[in-house]
Structure formats: structure tokens, C-alpha cells
Nanobody
Framework: QVQLVESGGGLVQPGGSLRLSCVAS????????MGWYRQAPGKQRQMVAR???????NYADAVKGRFTISRDNAKNTVNLQIVNLKPEDTAVYYC????????WGQGTQVTVSS
């Protein structure tokens, strides 16, 4: 059974940066399309970035130019580099396959506040 473990969140000031990481257990990672999702308080979880098995990327309009998704198949890891953080980026961030076919991990909290 695949397990996903996210890390790297924290409390940052507006304009700050973070790098989120997600490690996936199990075999087959290199053939998966992966995504980063977020869920803000009182809102539905939504995808913010995705990367295909062939490294094609796609971003939600709200994060274009600020979020960069990448993967390291040798480490079963997918990363999300975030710059110029805004208060509206505050959410719990999760990774999963795209579309999400695996049980969700615990996520990592990102809070943007001065």
C-alpha cells in the first residue's frame, strides 16, 4: 500500500519562500503522474500543481509563476518550491497521484502571516 509523507511547511511572512517535499513509498513512482493539492479552512481541497511521469508540469492560475513542482524518481520524491507567498496560500498541503488514487497523507501546514 502506498504511503505519502509530506514535510516542509511552516509559518512564513508574506513574500517568503518554502520548499515542500513528499516521499512516496511503494514501487512504480516513476510511472505516476503526481500532484500537489491544498485545502484551506472551510474550502475544498484543490490541485495547485501537477507533474507527469515525463516531467510535464501544469499549475493552477492562482499559483503560476510562484510555485514550481519537480520530482526525483530515484528518491520517490515530489517537491514544491514556493516563492512570494501570500496570505491566501495558507492551507494544508498534500501530495498525491494525479488524479488522486492513493490514500491521503497527513499533509503539511503552510501559514502565511505577518
Amino acid at each position: 500500500q502506498v504511503q505519502l509523507v509530506e514535510s516542509g511547511g511552516g509559518l512564513v511572512q508574506p513574500g517568503g519562500s518554502l520548499r515542500l517535499s513528499c516521499v512516496a513509498s511503494g514501487s512504480g513512482f516513476s510511472s505516476w503522474n503526481m500532484g500537489w493539492y491544498r485545502q484551506a479552512p472551510g474550502k475544498q481541497r484543490q490541485m495547485v500543481a501537477r507533474i507527469t511521469f515525463s516531467d510535464n508540469t501544469n499549475y493552477a492560475d492562482a499559483v503560476k509563476g510562484r510555485f514550481t513542482i519537480s520530482r526525483d524518481n530515484a528518491k520517490n520524491t515530489v517537491n514544491l518550491q514556493i516563492v512570494n507567498l501570500k496570505p491566501e496560500d495558507t492551507a494544508v498541503y498534500y501530495c498525491n497521484r494525479f488524479p488522486p488514487l492513493t490514500a491521503w497523507g497527513q499533509g503539511t501546514q503552510v501559514t502565511v502571516s505577518s
